[in-house]
């Protein structure tokens, strides 16, 4: 029994070893293969006419933010007492009064202060996806991949900050911390990765079942070595998609995080708050203070989901 | 004793309203069928308990359902209420108010007691009501006392003499006494039923007043409905039968609502009144309104040095150009203000400030040269913070005035927005530099204004401190007529500018044309719904 | 699986406490109180007001009496803003109003996502793609609280169809404009999650394999592709449920419909603390079990899922 035991014991251990050194050949391989899958990602995804077209406008966007200013006749805080108190009819656009896009109820150049509210609203949308995308991905796939009572602790985590409320903690962070823009993002990412680390670990839960993972885990990869290598690239494509849709609801939660005083202040702007500001008046013959902001808004949530698309489709393992 | 007849307030209410029994025609108007007034809330009710609520909005729900001693007409004057008029005694301490015959909605008569049981659970620790200042405002004896806990209630100085006859007892002479009765929270509730239901007395079904309305029915966030009382005294001669209230929060979600005929009463959007009085010049109305908004200057300890230099805050509200904040900006009528009281306030003369009178180019000038005068340049520019709250208008007018500042007197400006309750924790805490703020008139007459600025007043953040003021104020409670006090006082906040004067309020309403009735000319702003009447197109 | 449901309940309990200590915490630790209000009341009064909702005890004493009160009288005390009412009222006023609307507007927004999603993912690529995603990033185009003032001035001031706002009881005129506002963003977001795992669900080998061997479209659709793709819809439906049936602020505050999302808004604004309270316990509770109910979806879709 016992020369029995040890025998097939050492027979396991043998097929054990065949296993692991195909394996790391196998693994090798695809790291190989893992490069060259980026380069053709970035085929794919160039020739993805919808896609690049996103990224041709997120750039024109971009310039606009960054040089608009020097095209401008008039800084965003600047009030035209020409206009103030007429603007329905002497506020429209026009490019004799140098006001491109009208002025605000105040007078103020609207053009001015789409391109400030660009400069504000790009970069809320950026970093608060990048830290949904950062944070939530880890998180997720963390608690997705332990699973069992590290799994229910960390999503627990999650259900009381889901259920908090989230306006005393904007609250609190002013009068800790004082206003500041680094505050805003504070702000806006504390709440921007909760949906997304639950939707990671649900993909997670149904990843770690395949047997690439399974693979991996018997020749004793290190977990967070799974995680990031076999896990989250096979995430890409929902992360992608779910992190487009993040960019305008934090373009616009900064409005709202800005209205309890934490965010932006005026004189300065964003697109959440021109956008408010305008269909507050848009019964009232002003009606480019709403259509200008929020064809910005438009053009960009559009460029940023044709991306977002494209980056799926890219990066879709199976997807060749 | 002598006898003080309301007789011309009566007299002048008989010609506002029509005197009328179930007539279809007044003033040559036929009356509609449908006699149901809808008004816009702009929130939710707080409480409909006359002691509890602390809102204008709510007041105005109060008046309909509950009625005090004296009611106000139209113009703001004072008439009779549920008293039918009052005595003062010689020392002007003792007011006797003489109760008319009324009854409850649930046909219980109206006593003296009623109103003495309320004034005391206005005042009662274990109410805790928010407006228990009110009566310690109106001088009733042992008013604060009794909120502090160290006298029970029932020593109030209050007294039924008999179930027609309440008596009250002032601890000083307070000229405007009467006048404060129309203020809801001196309004009766009925200890029956207040007793029975506990908090869930206000309740529709539940609740009782003497009002000419009941409270039918209340949806929170929604309407609250009033009907008709026929139990109330005057009852024949109300002709409105239903009023409804609906909350809408947005106001310009509001005004499309009144432009689809939803309701009958709006108020104008920020900004929108010179558009709309074009296109609807009989329902645009503008009125003045008993509000005074300024910017607090800190000039305490916690308020920068700047500050403390009388030349600086000159200076600051010199270079506020408010002819662009009235006419360019809030475009409603508002007045411009170079003082602190509302100059409609009943009985005030507008005194002579200074530099109301001159150009603005001369105040701009005058604030450069101050400026200079205490060493601030381009070289070592002034720099402070605004604070307000939310909103668009403040935010409009805080915009406004960094841009005059800034132009002016180049001045760095930074515009500090904060939710409600943090603006105010901060501005009662003294932790401010330049802050907004508007009071409102609790009656009708100017020391309700200004007797804010004396050093002993709760509500004076500002640090300012003038024994000279505080002795004009004093003297002015005994004064037959306390103007020349006033224009001392009003002077006094010119010469040392505690805070800018921005402007003075109106209410900017729409009005559907068939509704009449509307006390335009109410300063308070104070409506009884069974004032009005709605004609047929 | 009853184990999992048993062992998630036992967990509530403690969850739940942690948030209400956390919120309390957090909600005292916020500048102002219920009572700060224009004019500063005199030290008496408020102490008075303080007296009578107990807010004059320590703090930890305070979290004591209100989870003791909670737990075992299921009392959430009195609003401090709204002195008639008790919190226990204004949700059970606001609640029902806020499920109605957010429940219509969650089956609209599924049924219509879905399909969405779906037929952009079969027909990849094709114009019947580009105009499901067309409609669903047209729906995301107008931010809630523009679209909301534009369906009342087309449907109520220039057709004169539905009434501006209110509730009624639940009328189906009121119903609708709220309906319409709150479902659009999200039906644009499910048909946009739907359409990304379908595709990637269509390109996996099995369902490959059932194609090569020449299965109709549909029957693949139906019974291969169509419930794994659902994963990742259903983790995004668990919370958005939640969030559209406790309300929307916007819908409340453009509709006049009394639901509870602007009483929770105003209720941090007032610092209404019981108010506030309340209603996080009720978020929290309806999150953790529709978080459960995921779960269990979760090892419904696919049964290799361990939890």
């Known amino acids: ?320 | 004793m002598r006898t003080k007849l309301l007789l011309s307030a009566a007299i002048g209410a008989m010609l506002v309203f029509p005197t009328f029994s179930n007539a279809e025609v007044i003033n040559g108007e036929q009356l509609a069928a449908d006699q149901v007034f809808t008004y816009r809330l702009l929130d939710d009710i707080k409480s409909f308990d006359p002691q509890i609520n602390t809102d204008i909005e709510g007041s105005g729900v109060i008046r309909d359902i509950f009625e005090g001693l004296m009611n106000e007409d139209q113009k703001g004057g004072l008439i009779p209420g549920a008293a039918s008029g009052y005595t003062v005694s010689e020392d002007k301490l003792t007011y006797t108010f003489n109760l008319r015959d009324a009854k409850w909605s649930n046909g219980d008569p109206v006593t003296a007691h009623d109103f003495a049981y309320s004034w005391k659970r206005l005042v009662d620790p274990k109410t805790a009501s928010e407006y228990a200042w009110y009566m310690e405002l109106m001088g009733v004896k042992n008013a604060s006392q009794v909120v502090k806990g160290e006298v029970t209630p029932d020593e109030l100085g209050v007294r039924a003499v008999d179930d027609n006859t309440f008596e009250v007892t002032l601890e000083k002479a307070i000229p405007y006494f009467a006048s404060m009765t129309v203020h809801g929270s001196t309004f009766p509730v009925l200890q029956s039923v207040v007793e029975k239901h506990g908090t869930d007395w206000t309740k529709p079904g539940n609740i009782v007043g003497n009002g000419a309305y009941v409270l039918s029915e209340y949806r929170s966030g929604e309407k609250v409905v009033r009907e008709r009382n026929p139990m109330y005294w005057d009852n024949e001669n109300t002709i409105i039968d239903k009023t409804v209230a609906l909350v809408i929060n947005d106001e310009n979600q509001a005004l499309t609502r009144y432009l689809a005929g939803e309701i009958d009463k709006t108020n104008i959007p920020s900004g929108q009144y010179p558009r709309l009085s074009k296109e609807y010049p009989k329902q645009a109305i503008s009125n003045p309104y008993s509000c005074s908004y300024i910017y607090w200057f800190n000039m305490g300890e916690k308020g920068p040095e700047s500050l403390k230099d009388v030349r600086v805050r000159k200076a600051l509200s010199y270079a506020i150009n408010r002819e662009v904040v009235t006419d360019r900006i809030l475009q409603g009528g508002q007045y411009q203000s170079y003082n602190f009281a509302h100059q409609k306030t009943a009985g005030f003369d507008l005194p002579e400030i200074d530099y109301a009178g001159w150009t603005q180019k001369e105040r701009d000038a005058k604030a450069v040269a101050l400026l200079a005068e205490a060493g601030y340049g381009a070289d070592n520019p002034l720099e402070l913070t605004l604070n307000y709250n939310t909103s668009e208008t403040h935010k409009k007018v805080a915009i406004g005035v960094s841009q005059f500042w800034k132009q002016t007197l180049g001045v760095k400006l930074t515009l500090a927005n904060n939710e409600w309750k943090i603006h105010t924790t901060k501005q009662q805490a003294g932790d401010f530099e330049v802050s907004r703020y508007a009071w409102c008139g609790d009656y009708n007459e100017a020391s309700t204004y200004l007797d804010l600025l004396t050093s002993y007043s709760g509500h004076n953040v500002s640090g300012y401190s003038n024994a000279d003021y505080d002795a004009l104020m004093v003297e002015s409670k005994t004064m037959a007529n306390p103007n020349a006090n006033y224009a001392k006082a009003e002077a006094l906040l010119a010469a040392d500018m505690p805070f800018a004067p921005i402007y003075q309020y109106t209410g900017n309403i729409m009005l559907q044309p068939t509704l009449r009735g509307w006390p335009v000319d109410n300063l308070m702003q104070t409506f009884y719904s069974r004032d009005l009447y709605i004609v047929e197109k | 699986m009853l184990n999992l449901i048993l062992k998630r309940l036992a967990m509530a309990v403690p969850t739940i406490l942690v948030l209400i200590v956390f919120s309390f915490l957090l909600m005292h630790s916020a500048p102002g109180g219920p009572f700060t209000a224009e004019r500063a009341l005199s030290p008496e009064i408020l102490a008075n007001l303080e007296a009578k909702y107990g807010l004059d005890q320590p703090l930890y004493k305070q979290i004591l009496i209100y989870i003791n009160n909670v737990v075992f009288h299921f009392d959430f005390g009195p609003s401090f803003i709204y002195k008639d009412r008790s919190v226990n009222e204004i949700i059970a006023q606001g609640f029902p109003i806020t499920l109605t609307y957010g429940s219509i507007a969650f089956v609209l927004a599924v049924i219509t996502g879905v399909s969405l999603g779906v037929m952009a993912a079969i027909y990849h690529n094709s114009w019947l793609d580009y105009l499901a995603v067309g409609i669903s990033i047209g729906a995301q185009v107008l931010p809630n609280f523009v679209m909301a003032p534009i369906l009342v001035l087309v449907f109520t001031l220039m057709l004169g169809w539905l009434p501006g706002g209110g509730w009624e009881y639940g009328d189906p005129k009121y119903i609708i404009m709220p309906v319409l506002a709150l479902s659009t963003s999200f039906m644009a977001s499910i048909a946009r999650i739907t359409r990304s795992s379908m595709l990637e669900v269509m390109n996996a080998n099995h369902i490959r394999t059932a194609r090569s061997k020449g299965l109709p479209v549909r029957h693949i659709i139906l019974r291969h592709a169509l419930k794994p793709a659902m994963l990742p819809v259903i983790s995004y439906l668990g919370p958005t449920f939640v969030t559209m049936v406790t309300g929307s602020v916007v819908v409340d505050l453009f509709f006049s419909t009394g639901g509870m999302g602007l009483f929770f808004v105003n209720a941090a604004l007032n610092r209404d603390y019981s108010v506030m309270m309340g209603i996080t316990i009720l978020v929290g509770v309806l999150t953790i079990f529709f978080n459960l109910v995921v779960d269990i979806l979760y090892a419904w879709i696919d049964p290799k899922i361990r939890l």
Do not use: C
């Open chain 1, 1 to 320: 029994m016992r020369g029995l035991t040890r025998k097939s014991g050492y027979r396991a251990m043998l097929f054990k070893q065949e296993k692991i050194k195909n394996l790391a050949i196998a693994i090798a391989e695809q790291d190989v293969k893992g490069r060259s899958l980026w380069a053709d990602a970035r085929k794919r995804f160039f020739q993805n006419k919808a896609a690049v077209a996103g990224l041709v406008i997120l750039i024109l966007v971009a310039l606009f933010a960054f040089v608009g200013a020097q095209i401008s006749q008039f800084s965003n805080d600047e009030i035209d007492f020409m206009v103030i108190g007429q603007v329905a009819e002497l506020g429209g656009p026009s490019f004799s009064s140098g006001h491109y896009f009208g002025t605000d109820d105040l007078g103020r150049d609207l053009f001015a202060r789409v391109v400030q509210g660009t400069q504000i609203s790009l970069m809320v949308g950026v970093v608060g996806a990048a830290i949904a995308v950062i944070a939530g991905t880890l998180y997720g796939a963390t608690a997705g991949y332990i699973g069992g009572r590290v799994d229910n602790f960390m999503m627990r985590i999650v259900d009381i900050l889901m259920a908090v409320p989230y306006m005393f903690v904007i609250i609190l962070l002013l009068v800790i911390f004082g206003r500041s823009i680094s505050m805003l993002f504070v702000g806006i990412g504390l709440l921007s990765w909760l949906e997304m680390s639950r939707i990671v670990r649900g993909q997670t839960l149904s990843i770690k079942n395949k047997e690439y993972i399974e693979a991996a885990q018997a020749t004793g990869v290190p977990s967070f070595r799974i995680i990031l290598q076999h896990i989250v690239p096979n995430l890409t494509g929902i992360v992608a998609v779910y992190a487009t849709l993040l960019v305008p609801l934090m373009i616009l939660t900064e409005s709202f995080i800005s209205f309890l005083g934490l965010g932006v202040q005026e004189p300065d702007t964003s697109w959440g708050a021109l956008i408010f500001e305008g269909a507050g008046t848009m019964q009232y013959g002003t009606l480019w203070q709403l259509a200008f902001p929020l064809f910005f808004f438009v053009i960009t949530l559009f460029a940023f989901f044709f991306v977002g698309d494209g980056l799926r489709d890219a990066l879709d393992p199976k997807d060749r």
